[in-house]
């Protein structure tokens, strides 16, 4: 299922909290071996929508995913980007622990 992130923002921009829980309430309840998400269109992402839309739906899906990665297209430097919102869902408490030393070092 193609997600044009565009059109469900009805933006160019996925910079808040309200717009990724607006994109993880669209994707939540597609399996993410039919998940392909197009952010064509899109200028800005922040990292806090990122968690918001992708994190979340990496955490819902964790038993499922093995080594999923969505379709993105255009595969640009954003693909980069997912990967590490990815890799930091997965991570979970020890991502956590890991950015609490770093805040104190």
Not at 74 to 86: A, F, G, Q, R
Request: glycine letters at 6%.
């Amino acid at each position: 299922m193609l997600i044009q992130v565009n059109k469900i923002l009805n933006s160019d921009r996925g910079i808040d909290r309200a717009s990724g829980q607006l994109l993880f309430n669209c994707i939540k309840d597609v399996h993410p071996s039919t998940l392909e998400l197009s952010f064509e269109g899109m200028s800005k992402l922040s990292t806090l929508f990122l968690n918001e839309s992708i994190g979340a739906y990496v955490l819902k899906y964790s038993k499922d995913l093995g080594n999923w990665f969505p379709k993105v297209s255009p595969d640009t430097i954003l693909s980069h980007k997912i990967e590490n919102v990815i890799e930091n869902a997965q991570m979970g408490e020890e991502f956590d622990r890991i950015n609490a030393e770093a805040q104190f070092a």
